[in-house]
């Protein structure tokens, strides 16, 4: 009897987890981060690249920005870690990012991300303050049904 009680456990295991939501995390689509920029990665491609397209919402300019490309990695897990680079289209500058995508608590697909954004120094002299950070979390956008 003593050998049956290590089997009945695994098996009972194994039929709980099957029963378990999956937590994948799928980092093609479209995003809206939290100050309203919006972004959609095209389909991954098998070595984990992708590519697609950003566009931000300047809170101080009311210009039209156009849309950028992005080129990124991914790697090949259920909630992936994943970084890509955005050549801004309206500047001479780049941001790149990188992060991962989890499944939250409620089931939602978020990115968690930290960003570099590189200036155009004119000199080096004027380096030193060329490099801003910061952080988005972008959620799955889900346009409204009419």
């Known amino acids: ?3 049956v009680t290590p089997f009945l456990l695994v098996l009972s295991l194994a039929l709980m987890a099957h029963g378990l939501p999956e937590r994948k995390c799928v980092l093609t689509g479209h995003w809206i981060n939290d100050l309203g920029s919006n972004m959609h ?4 491609q098998e070595n984990g690249s992708f590519n697609g397209t950003y566009r931000t919402v300047p809170s101080m300019s009311p ?6 490309p992005l080129l990124g990695f991914q790697q090949h897990t259920d909630q992936p870690t994943f970084g890509f680079t955005v050549k ?3 500047t001479n500058t780049i941001t ?4 991962q995508c989890f499944v939250n608590d ?5 990115l968690d991300t930290m960003w570099l954004l590189r200036l155009d120094a004119d000199s080096e002299k004027h380096n030193w303050n060329a490099t801003l950070v910061g952080t988005n979390t972008f959620m799955r956008y889900h346009p409204q049904k009419e």
């Open 1 to 3: 009897m003593v050998q």
């Open 41 to 44: 990665i095209n389909k991954l």
């Open 63 to 68: 210009e039209k920005i156009p849309t950028s």
């Open 88 to 90: 801004w289209k309206s």
């Open 96 to 99: 790149v990012f990188t992060g």
């Open 106 to 110: 409620d089931g939602n697909e978020v």
